[in-house]
C-alpha cells in the first residue's frame, strides 16, 4: 500500500470518521504516522535481536535497527554484554555493519575514532591535546538489553520490563525447550510497506482459505481461533 493507493476523494483524518472494518487507509501511508510510531512505540518497546548465544565470547557482536535506529550488542572482555547505538559520537556515521561478527577495538569507518567495548572512546585521530576531547564525554550512547531464556532483546528507552512486555508469553511456552533451540538457517524479507500490513496480516486466520489452501486442508479452520494477550 502506497498514497498512490488511496482514492483521490479519500477524507484526511480531521474530517468525520468514515465507518472501516479496519484501520483507515491513510495510517499506513503517511509518514507523520509512521514518525508517531516510531516514537510512541519502537523508541518504548523491547525488540528481538537474537540469541544470547551469538555474542557468547569477547568481541562477539550483533547489530540489528531497531526502526531506523541502529544498535549493536557487544559482549566485553570482562564477559559483561553491553548496548549500544551503531553510531560515532563524531559524525554520526555507522559502527558495525548489521548483523553478527567480531571485533576488538571499535573503530569508525570515516574518521577513525576508536572505542572500546565499554563504549568509552579510545582514540580521537590528529585531534592533538584539543581540551574540547575529553575521553569521559564522549562515550557511546546506551541501549537497555534483557535476556530471557537464551533470546536477547534490546531497548532504546523502555517503559516497562521486557517481563511485563512478554505479559502471558512465558507461561504459554514454559513447557517448550526453548533454552535447546539453534538456527540453522536465516532469512531476511524486505518489502515497502508500513509494518503495521504485515502485523495485520500474521495476527488473523481469516485469509488461509484463499491464501494458504493446503494449510487450509491439514487443519480444522472452524476451530482456529486468533486470541489477544496482555503483551
Avoid at 474530517?15 to 512505540?41: A, F, G, K, M
Avoid at 518497546?45 to 544470547?52: A, E, K, L
Avoid at 569521559?136 to 528507552?157: H, I, K, M, N, Y
Amino acid at each position: 500500500m502506497t498514497p498512490d493507493t488511496l482514492r483521490p476523494d479519500h477524507p484526511p483524518l480531521d474530517t468525520p470518521p468514515v465507518q472501516y472494518l479496519n484501520l483507515d487507509p491513510s495510517l499506513y501511508v503517511r509518514d507523520d504516522i509512521w514518525q508517531q510510531e516510531r516514537c510512541n512505540i519502537f523508541a518504548h518497546t523491547w525488540q528481538f535481536m537474537g540469541p544470547v548465544a551469538s555474542v557468547a565470547t569477547s568481541g562477539q557482536y550483533l547489530a540489528i535497527d531497531i526502526a531506523g535506529t541502529p544498535i549493536f550488542a557487544i559482549r566485553g572482555r570482562d564477559g559483561t554484554l553491553r548496548g549500544f547505538k551503531n553510531v560515532c559520537r563524531h559524525r554520526g556515521a555507522k559502527l558495525l555493519a548489521d548483523g553478527a561478527g567480531k571485533c576488538g577495538l571499535i573503530v569508525c569507518p570515516y574518521h577513525k575514532w576508536s572505542f572500546a567495548d565499554t563504549g568509552r572512546l579510545l582514540q580521537a585521530p590528529w585531534y592533538g591535546k584539543d581540551p574540547a576531547i575529553i575521553a569521559e564525554d564522549w562515550p557511546l550512547d546506551t541501549v537497555q538489553l534483557s535476556e530471557w531464556r537464551g533470546l536477547l532483546f534490546a531497548a532504546l528507552d523502555p517503559k516497562e520490563s521486557l517481563l511485563d512486555q512478554l505479559g502471558s508469553l512465558p507461561a504459554e511456552l514454559a513447557d517448550e525447550p526453548l533454552e535447546t533451540y539453534a538456527a540453522t538457517d536465516q532469512a531476511t524479507v524486505s518489502f515497502a510497506a508500513n509494518w503495521k500490513i504485515y502485523t495485520d496480516n500474521f495476527v488473523e486466520g481469516y485469509h488461509t482459505p484463499g491464501t494458504h489452501p493446503s494449510f487450509y486442508a491439514a487443519i480444522d479452520f472452524e476451530a482456529f481461533q486468533t486470541t489477544a494477550h496482555p503483551g
